[in-house]
């Protein structure tokens, strides 16, 4: 039962990094690519859509991560397990410090009623996002190693 539960701790924080380095890496360069105000409104929708999902998806992660470190404390990968999980919190409160303060604006946001300095808060969101991604990485990879 516990096996079963690390593979699928490591597949829903896997799946997790993978989304948001999507969004780092991918979507975020779309969106800056495209004309007028499509990239903008795109944010915006994103914004909505994944700041809906996301905060479950990095609360069940971190529950998922807490008991596997509960119910292996006695296996020898419980350090890298226990370091990931501290990760995964340190990941939550940088989304709800950092992230989810422009995100809430930026969602609301329309050509017509965005502030003037709307670019500068989207580099900054991306900026504490990819340090985000650096630190569910990081977790993941603990998680990985706890595995063998």
């Given at each position: 039962?516990?096996?079963?539960?690390?593979?699928?701790?490591?597949?829903?924080?896997?799946?997790?990094?993978?989304?948001?380095?999507?969004?780092?890496?991918?979507?975020?360069?779309?969106?800056?690519?495209?004309?007028?105000?499509s990239?903008?409104?795109?944010?915006?929708?994103?914004?909505?859509?994944?700041?809906?999902?996301?905060?479950?998806?990095?609360?069940?992660?971190?529950?998922?991560?807490?008991?596997?470190?509960?119910?292996?404390?006695?296996?020898p990968?419980?350090?890298?397990?226990?370091?990931?999980?501290?990760?995964l919190?340190?990941?939550?409160?940088?989304?709800?410090?950092?992230?989810?303060?422009?995100?809430?604006?930026?969602?609301?946001?329309?050509?017509?009623?965005?502030?003037?300095?709307?670019?500068?808060?989207?580099?900054?969101?991306?900026?504490?996002?990819?340090?985000?991604?650096?630190?569910?990485?990081?977790?993941?990879?603990?998680?990985?190693?706890?595995?063998?």
């Amino acid at each position: 039962m516990l096996n079963a539960l690390e593979v699928f701790t490591v597949v829903v924080v896997g799946v997790m990094v993978g989304v948001e380095f999507s969004v780092a890496f991918v979507i975020n360069r779309i969106l800056n690519a495209l004309p007028e105000d499509s990239g903008q409104l795109g944010r915006s929708h994103g914004g909505r859509m994944l700041g809906a999902v996301m905060p479950v998806w990095y609360i069940t992660s971190l529950v998922l991560v807490a008991v596997w470190a509960v119910a292996g404390r006695h296996l020898p990968g419980a350090g890298l397990v226990d370091t990931a999980g501290a990760l995964l919190i340190v990941s939550v409160a940088m989304s709800l410090l950092l992230l989810v303060p422009i995100n809430n604006r930026g969602k609301t946001w329309t050509p017509e009623n965005r502030p003037a300095d709307w670019k500068e808060q989207m580099n900054r969101w991306e900026r504490y996002h990819y340090v985000r991604v650096a630190v569910i990485i990081a977790a993941f990879a603990l998680l990985a190693a706890a595995l063998a």
